[in-house]
């Protein structure tokens, strides 16, 4: 195999980076060590800490000096490990993205982490973690112009590329003003419980809220406006935590047309860059909440051959209107569809829906009960489970492009508070799936799962619940219309 390149190593300093990312879970186990050596001297417990720091930075260095890469003809090259030695020849051809990620620390030292995006299984199979950022654009420049996948095209420099979408601070505020989120305050009420055996209190005890409302003066007694205190402060907290959550993630939101590539970046402590290679994309979600609707905002992602989750399904309009989302996917050649013109799926949907999301809880309620008289309270918990079950078939609609609906895709949407409608291709179809579970056979509906390159299995673009007849006349329909670019294999479950 010719080598263009020499085997390169990683930056020197992604030792001392390593090292640094694993002092806060050697922090978290201080404690620890403290407790078995309690009755050692401060001094050897020191140098201890300093051993096992020294021994740590000695294997980040021997990987370090173990793990080389280079750019040969037509393939990345990677080399790794220690004791048994892999070798990972990367395919231009099979190289999807070339992303470039920097984290805070990887900032501080002005590294950056290359990120090749394969479709592959295995999540970090391209990585190089971590190297300059003039080499990690080096890289990225080097295997578009050998690349296959990507688009050949010359890329423009950042600065000269129009700039199609972008989100300024008032509009990132605003989307995370949505964006209720109560992880960060798990992970507060986690780290409290991992001291508490060490400050001598237990959170998860009603005497220590007792006393912490008492000290407040907020509350003489665990009264009901203790609990409505509690609940504004959790509220508020958990907006206040989405909101910092998007600040960090979405600031500087920017999103570039390069000649037949969309280039994301963002971030306020970790900045990313990721290319977006057009005539990849597979499909693009839509998607809504019940809010959100009403005033006029809306997200927009494209699946690409990534996988799932971010990678996968990249955000390139997290908060946008709908005049800015149909310019993103007029490129594509997608455009939405009125849902008002979308055909509505079998009312099987609405009964299995019942049987699933309200019958089985309410027949475990009244088992329960059996055992435990006050079960049954939890009864009207399900009401509005029963009235969102009622309303699904309402809005899951599905669509082939025809006289009323524009472009040449397969439309579906679905969700009542959140809503999403996905744009298919008909030409990025794969394999149409028509799968029929034991109680879909009982109310004569199939779900049809129209399969793309690098799908979700789970939440893809399914229509689920449709007459068994409009199944097989959806799947013959996408078949015909590929004819001219291709064979459309249908899977379909034996007669039962």
């Known amino acids: 195999m010719p080598t263009l390149d020499a085997p390169r190593r990683l930056h020197p300093a992604t030792v001392l980076l ?35 720091t020294l021994v740590a930075a000695g294997f980040k260095w021997l990987a370090w000096r173990r793990f080389t890469y280079a750019l040969t003809a037509d393939s990345v090259v990677i080399e790794s490990g220690m004791l048994s030695r892999n070798r990972r020849i990367i395919p231009f051809e099979r190289v999807l993205d070339v992303d470039i990620e920097r984290k805070l620390l990887a900032r501080v030292f002005g590294l950056a982490k290359v990120k090749l995006e394969t479709g592959g299984s295995g999540e970090d199979e391209g990585d190089l973690d971590s190297v300059s950022l003039t080499e990690a654009y080096r890289l990225r420049e080097v295997i578009r112009r050998r690349g296959v996948a990507v688009d050949s095209a010359p890329a423009a420099s950042a600065e000269a590329s129009p700039i199609v979408f972008a989100m300024g601070v008032p509009r990132v505020v605003l989307w995370g003003l949505f964006n209720f989120s109560l992880v960060w305050l798990g992970v507060l009420f986690g780290t409290l419980q991992y001291f508490e055996d060490w400050l001598g209190y237990n959170i998860w005890g009603r005497a220590f809220w007792q006393q912490l409302f008492a000290r407040t003066e ?61 005539r990849r994309v597979q499909l693009a979600v839509i998607d809504t909440g019940w809010v959100r609707r009403r005033l006029g905002w809306s997200r927009l992602k494209l699946q690409t051959m990534g996988g799932e989750g971010e990678t996968g399904t990249p955000e390139v309009a997290p908060f946008a209107r709908d005049a800015e989302v149909d310019r993103l996917l007029a490129p594509l050649a997608m455009v939405r569809a009125d849902p008002e013109a979308l055909t509505r799926v079998s009312s099987g949907h609405v009964w299995r829906a019942v049987l699933r999301h309200v019958g089985v809880p309410a027949v475990a309620i009244v088992i329960g009960a059996f055992f435990a008289l006050p079960i049954l309270f939890a009864l009207p918990l399900l009401l509005p489970v029963l009235a969102v079950a009622l309303l699904r078939r309402r809005y899951h609609r599905y669509g082939l492009t025809g ?94």
């Open 18 to 52: 390593g090292v640094l990312r694993q002092a806060p879970s050697t922090l978290l186990g201080l404690p620890a060590l403290f407790a078995v050596m309690s009755r050692t001297s401060f001094l050897y417990i020191a140098l201890g800490a300093v051993a096992i």
């Open 218 to 278: 907020l509350a003489a007694d665990w009264t009901m406006v203790a609990w409505l205190i509690a609940g504004i402060a959790i509220a508020s907290l958990g907006v206040v935590a989405g909101l910092v959550r998007t600040l960090l993630r979405d600031f500087g939101f920017t999103l570039r047309d390069e000649d037949g590539r969309y280039r994301r970046s963002r971030g306020l402590l970790t900045h990313s860059e990721v290319v977006i290679a057009l």
């Open 403 to 496: 006289e009323v609906l524009p472009g040449d895709a397969l439309y579906v949407q679905r969700g009542v508070l959140t809503r999403k409608q996905w744009i298919v291709p008909v030409r990025n179809v794969q394999v149409v799936t028509i799968r029929r579970s034991w109680l879909q056979r009982r109310l004569g509906v199939a779900t049809l799962h129209p399969d793309t390159a690098g799908g979700a299995v789970l939440d893809g673009a399914s229509v689920r619940d449709i007459r068994v007849g409009d199944a097989w006349a959806l799947a013959g329909a996408l078949r015909e219309r590929r004819l001219g670019l291709g064979e459309l294999p249908i899977s379909a479950p034996l007669p039962g």
